[in-house]
Structure formats: structure tokens, C-alpha cells
């Protein structure tokens, strides 16, 4: 680390989100907040969407004068320092603090990381615009893209455009439970920021190598936030297509063919569309590319509700209203905004996986027909 | 294809070895050879090291007349058209024809497919060395490659120079009773012989179209014999270090993470040892790279012994004396050979996981200490 020039400004990080994921990152940050105290304020807010929730009476933290009566989830973090709702049974770091409003939890902050669903992303990015430092910068940690007819978006590009900070990326082999549990793991950030300028609270100019820097949580600095948030995307559409061989019980060969294909398919599709910015190496190298493939079609939840689907017979559509109260799944609406972004081109013929999953999805096709469909799969 | 000008000598294909891959392998040849009647003559020997074997009496193929006494597998195999010890309950086609001579088996074929433990190619090799044709093609089907101190030889062009014939690779995402009970299953073959000359048996170039195309196992055509067959061998490493993190209960992302690193040190070794004749394409794109090393890290022998002898707290040695009789696991002669060979050249320090593993697997380091161990891997 360069030596500092006598007293700076430090650092102040606030997590924008507090679900799974987002409380996760929060014990994390708070963990490293901690032991680089020259380097960043202890103090780390989390921005939480307030509701209320009602201790059971075998929670630790029931209290009888109380019993029965519903709490503000801050509050509750506040004073259990666990998240009792989105992440049961993990400590907080004490100098995590939950806050209700977004703007006072961003305020002065340095460091922002956002790290909420994404249909928050905008309103959110509104409530925070012009009350926020302008020497800011971001980490979305939101996995994925926008996909529209005309042009994919990514997560981190609309936060920093709204925003007007520049916003880097996270994303990884990173189940939440896991990484809360300090099991060890690694992420890819690809985190690339202007130069500093005048504006910046201090000399050293990144931040980023410590915002991760966990004992159990590795991370590899890397260029290309469009790689990073397309594979996010993507696998989520390979993983259906694994949960479907996997729900057939056509065995590890079959399974890993299809993972295969999907891994051909994500790299083809960023050379294709966004040639100046992916970074191959990204898709087949980094946590965020192959290692999260490969854990979203172990354990991941598009995964499992495909296999379900074909395990009892139903479509993926029934296992998102019965199994997650009509909740949607990452893949299947992506796999819709995919495959229309490839029509608008006229190249939807060429991606016989995504294609596949989306026919499948939609009933017109059947997982049966996997093999035949993806018989052409390798053609350049 | 081609239209054949006239009546030509058609292909006549021999496998060499019956255990549990081989049967497989004969099993889908003999379908292919009927069903292309005008390429290929019907009958498909196999080579079968002979033994004795006793039906038990709950055989469907227990003779009473004949109770207890031992029969020759050649025998039982051309009765039952079952390998009743090495492929049990999978019928054979009644044109695979077992032969417990290596040279009756493969006279006059112009087809020799290799599929016999790799301790017996030179053996086998010698007895057949002057009894085959001379426009013979050859595929070996064994995995992995033979790594010395001052060099690395593939199987294939072992088989190749010991006989004086062209031989390919076939390698890829294939266990094989998934195969066998005809699962959709993919494969590599990296087949890519001079060009016939008029000792050629027919004007049609390209026999290996369709030795594979089974209805259930697909294959795709590559260069690249050393990156098949590499990636067959150095998966068996990483497929060890997997079993050891999911042994310790790690979860999937410290798995996937073992598996990102292992998957950038083949990739690396082919590129620094292999930069004339190793495609990293193979490695990331094809059944016998990315997809090879799921299925490996998911099923496969390697990772299934260590992550017992993590979980029962012994060695790995021990799991071989206990569980395997003794038979050595290919990851941990691998990870010595190929851990010897880099040293031989300086490089030991810049394979951090074949590294590790061969640390734990020789107990100076252990498992705990993989995190710490890898975490200058991705450095250039």
C-alpha cells in the first residue's frame, strides 16, 4: 500500500441493499472496515427496505414484554445485529447499521455498493440522484444484464449513468450462505475507474483492494465489467437447460454436455455483440465466468426449479407459482429477452441452447428434443 | 458422402480390450457397423484379456449343468453377448465377437480402436507390431498421457510409433455405463490422419465419420491430439483437489473456485509446454476439456477417493489400499509425473493447485492450507 501523506480523508462505505446477498457484503465490508482503520471509517451503513417483521417465540431474540408485537426490521438488525429475516443465524458486525432512509445511508458515503433486485435498481438510483458525493464510486454487485430488443444494458453501467459516478462490478461463484458462513471463496470484480482526480478523498487510488479483501472471500481485479455482468446473465439460462437434463436423469455426461454448450454459447454471444469490450478470458477463467457456472448448475435456483419442473411433470412457470409465490426466475426472463435480442438481429438460429431453453419454456419444444437441437451446437 | 465409384473393400474394425470402457466401445461400434453395411463389415472382434469367470447362481446366465464350474469370458461373452464381469447387464450386440488372441482379433482390420489400460500398450503393442496392415488407422480411447522427467508422450502417438500407424484420440465427458445404457453423451475425437494414399481400402477419406455417430453419443472432429489427450490426464489432478474441498464440506463455490484454477493450469501447462500442437479451445470448448473436468469433479474416482479420505480422516494412499486393492488412482501418479516434470524445469512454483495437490497427497501440506496455497494463481 503507498504511504499516505500525512492525515486524509477515509473512506465511509455504505451497502445500498440488505437481502441474502446484499447482508452478506455487508458483514464483509464491515469486517474490513474494521481492520484497515486508517484506510476506511468503521462505521457501515446498510440501506434496508423497511418492513415489519414478528419475532417467533423460539427466535433468541423473542422478548416476552413484546410478545407478538411486529418490529421494524432496522430496528431489530440495530439492536440483534443479525439480519433475522434475509440472512437468520449469521452475525453482524456491530459497526453495521441498518437505515431505513437511502439518502442519509449514502450520505458522505465514498463507496457505494449497491447490492439489490434490480427492478430497484431505478427508483433507488432516483432517490439518490444529487445526494451523494460526486467524487463517488460504486460496485454493483447485482448479477446480470438488461436485456432489451435493441441493446443490452449492464446493471452497473445504469447505476453509474444515473448516478453519474463511475460503478464497477462484482460477481462470482458466490452463494450467500456460503460466503456468510466464511467459507471460503472467490469473486471477480472488475473494478477499472477513470483516473483520480483533485476530487478524490485520498492518494491511494483503489479502493478496491481491500472492499473484499476477506480471509475467506478472494478476488481478482480485472477489466471488463461487460463480461462479468453478461455471464451473471447468461448461465442463468445454461443452468435451466442443466436443471432439465438433470430432472431426466440422464446423468452426469449429458449434463456437463449441456454445460458445455452453454459455455460455448455465452462466449459466442459477447464476442458477437460486444467484441470490443468481453473479455474472453473472463467466460472461461474468472469466478465469475466458468466457476459460477458451474455452481449455479450445482445448487443454484434456476437449476433446481428446472429439475423440479421436469421431476413432476409441470412447466417451470407452475414451479414459480407454487414453489416461489409467482417470484420469477432470473433465467426464464432472460432467456425471453435473449432470444428476442437475437431475433431482432436474425441470428437467432445460431444459438441453439438459448433457443432451446426458451422453446422448452414455452411449450413448443420438449426437453427430449435437447439432443437434436443442440446437434449443431459446434458449427462455427 | 462421397458416392464410391464401384465396389470397394469395406472397414473392418477391431476394439483392443473389453473392460468396462472397451465393452462400451465395442458396443456402440457394432451398432454403427450395421447400420452403415456398405462402409463397414459386420462383425467387430474385440480383444479380450481371457480369464476365467464363475457365474454366481443368481445369474440369468447360471447353468445348473455347469454349477460352480469356471467358464473363459471370451466364451461367456460370445454366449450371452453380455461382458457379464466388466459391463454387467448391458447386452452386447451379437456381431461383437470377443477373441482372446490380439492378433486373430485384429487381422486384416483396418480400423484398430485402443481401448485397454495403459500399462498394457507397450505389451500389446509388441505382440501386434508386424501383424496388422500397414493402411491400418488406430483411435485410442485411453485417457491421459505418459509424463516423464524430460518429456510427455500422448498414448495415441505411443500406440502410433509402436506400430507404424496414424492413431488418434477419442476423449471426452463419458462415463461409462452413462454411455452405455445410451444416455446422450458427447465426445472429442481429435482425428486427423495424413491423407490416404492408394493402400487405402476405400476413396472415402474419412472413416472416423462415423465410428461414433451413435443416435446417443455425439462427437465432434478437432485437431489436436495433445490437448484431447492432455486434458484427459491433468483433469485427474484437479478432480483430486475438488474431492478434497467437498470432503472438508466447502460448499459449491470453493468447489467451482478448485475448478477455475485447475481448468487455468491445463490451459497453462498446454500453452507453456505444447504451444506448436495444443489448442486451448480444446481445454475450454470441447467434451474432453471443460466438460471432462465437470463430470470428473462431479462423479469421477478421483474426486470420489479423496473426498472419502478427507471425510474419514486418512490418506489417500490408504483409500487406494482399502477401496481399490491396491489399484493406484491416475491423479496421484499424474500429479507426481507432472510435478516431476516441472521441476526438471524450474517451474514447480507456477502450478500452485498440481502443486498442492501433490503437497497433501504426500502430507506436507493439507487441505486446509488450499486457500492460502492458491492464492497467487492467477497471477501471470
Known sequence: ???????????????????????????????NTRAHPNLFEEEVQMWVFEEEVTLPEDSKYYDASN?????????????????????????????VIANSSVRDA????????????????????????????????????????????DKVSLFSEWIGEGLGIYCGALSGANIANEVANEKWSETTIAYDPPTMDSRSPSRN????????????????????RSSVS???????????????????????????AVMRVG?????????????????VETFTEESAGVADLITSCGSGRNFRCAKMAVERGVTVAEI??????????QGTSTAKDVNNFLKARGR?????????????????????????????????
Chains 1, 2 share one sequence.
Not at 441474502?20 to 469486517?31: D, F, L, M, P, Q
Not at 407478538?68 to 434475509?86: R, S, W
Not at 487510488?205 to 472471500?217: L, Y
Not at 414459480?320 to 426466475?329: H, I, P, R
Request: proline share 6%; hydrophobic share 40%; charged share 25%.
Open 263 to 279: 459455455l460455448l454459447e455465452m462466449v459466442k454471444f459477447g464476442k458477437e455483440f460486444f467484441p470490443e469490450t468481453v473479455r
Open 205 to 224: 487510488p483503489s479502493p478496491s483492494d481491500n472492499v473484499s479483501a476477506s480471509p475467506n472471500m478472494e478476488h481478482k481485479d480485472v477489466r471488463g
Open 348 to 380: 437467432d438460429g445460431e444459438y441453439q441452447l438459448f433457443t432451446a431453453v426458451l422453446d422448452i419454456l414455452e411449450g413448443r419444444k420438449t426437453v427430449d428434443d435437447i439432443p437434436d437441437l443442440l446437434a449443431r451446437a459446434d458449427d462455427p
Open 320 to 329: 414459480e407459482k407454487t414453489e416461489l409465490n409467482g417470484q420469477l426466475l
Open 230 to 256: 453478461l455471464s451473471g446473465a447468461l448461465k442463468n439460462i445454461v443452468a435451466l437447460a442443466a436443471g432439465f437434463v438433470e430432472g431426466k436423469g440422464w446423468g452426469d455426461n449429458a449434463k456437463a
Open 67 to 95: 410478545a407478538g408485537k411486529p418490529q421494524k426490521l432496522t430496528e431489530v438488525i440495530n439492536t440483534c445485529h443479525e439480519n433475522v429475516k434475509y440472512l437468520p443465524n449469521i452475525a453482524l458486525p456491530t459497526n
Open 1 to 31: 500500500m503507498a504511504t499516505l501523506g500525512g492525515p486524509t480523508k477515509k473512506h465511509k462505505v455504505t451497502v445500498i441493499g440488505s437481502g441474502n446477498w446484499g447482508s452478506t457484503i455487508a458483514k464483509i465490508v464491515a469486517e
Open 106 to 149: 449514502a450520505k458522505d458515503s465514498s463507496i457505494l455498493i449497491f447490492n439489490l433486485p434490480h427492478q430497484f435498481i431505478g427508483r433507488t438510483s432516483k432517490q439518490l440522484e444529487g445526494h451523494i458525493l460526486p467524487y463517488a464510486r460504486g460496485i454493483s454487485c447485482i448479477k446480470g444484464v438488461e436485456v432489451a430488443e
